[in-house]
């Protein structure tokens, strides 16, 4: 029977290629020139440090576009609230990783109220989706992929 997952995921040595890139474009940045400011990334989490407010909002959109010339979408981008301590400005972004229980189960509403031929199963942070054929299964991902579940969604571990 064929099956296949649907996770949501971020690829560690992307994002740090995604970092790196937005380190550069910072370095180069005439705007910049002078300034404090640097990402460093820890796990799934970017810290954003700069002088002002207005420049950690600028490197955001930096790092943003990083992620998308990497691949990586950014609606896994978990952007926190901006503090100013001193004279440093910081900003924690972390990339979220796994679908939460309320993610799953709209998942398994959407792929149940459209009546397709197959069969959904929670399996902590990801969604096995199984049917008789490979066909039923393309049109269900087709259908997660024109909805929005709040979280960028990758089908993995195809099986037939």
Same mark, same amino acid.
């Given at each position: 029977?064929?099956?296949?997952?649907?996770?949501?995921?971020?690829?560690?040595?992307?994002?740090?290629?995604?970092?790196?890139?937005?380190?550069?474009?910072?370095?180069?940045?005439?705007?910049?020139? @002078?300034?404090? *400011?640097?990402?460093?990334?820890?796990? %799934?989490?970017? +810290?954003?440090? #700069?002088?002002?407010?207005?420049? =950690?909002?600028?490197?955001?959109?930096?790092?943003?576009?990083?992620?998308?010339?990497?691949?990586?979408?950014?609606?896994?981008?978990?952007?926190?609230?901006?503090?100013?301590? @001193?004279?440093? *400005?910081?900003?924690?972004?972390?990339? %979220?990783?796994? +679908?939460?229980? #309320?993610?799953?189960?709209?998942? =398994?509403?959407?792929?149940?109220?459209?009546?397709?031929?197959?069969?959904?199963?929670?399996?902590?942070?990801?969604?096995?989706?199984?049917?008789?054929?490979?066909?039923?299964?393309?049109?269900?991902?087709?259908?997660?992929?024109?909805?929005?579940?709040?979280?960028?969604?990758?089908?993995?571990?195809?099986?037939?």
């Amino acid at each position: 029977m064929p099956s296949f997952d649907v996770v949501s995921e971020v690829d560690l040595h992307q994002l740090t290629n995604a970092v790196d890139q937005a380190s550069r474009i910072v370095g180069n940045r005439f705007d910049f020139k @002078g300034v404090d *400011a640097s990402f460093e990334r820890e796990e %799934r989490s970017v +810290l954003l440090t #700069a002088e002002a407010e207005f420049q =950690v909002t600028q490197m955001e959109d930096m790092l943003r576009s990083a992620l998308v010339n990497c691949e990586i979408d950014p609606m896994a981008m978990d952007c926190g609230e901006i503090t100013l301590s @001193g004279k440093h *400005a910081r900003q924690t972004v972390t990339l %979220r990783h796994g +679908l939460d229980s #309320a993610q799953c189960r709209s998942i =398994v509403k959407t792929i149940k109220d459209s009546k397709l031929k197959a069969q959904t199963q929670i399996q902590g942070d990801q969604v096995r989706v199984t049917g008789k054929k490979r066909d039923d299964l393309q049109k269900v991902i087709a259908l997660l992929r024109e909805g929005d579940f709040g979280a960028p969604l990758q089908f993995s571990n195809f099986r037939d």
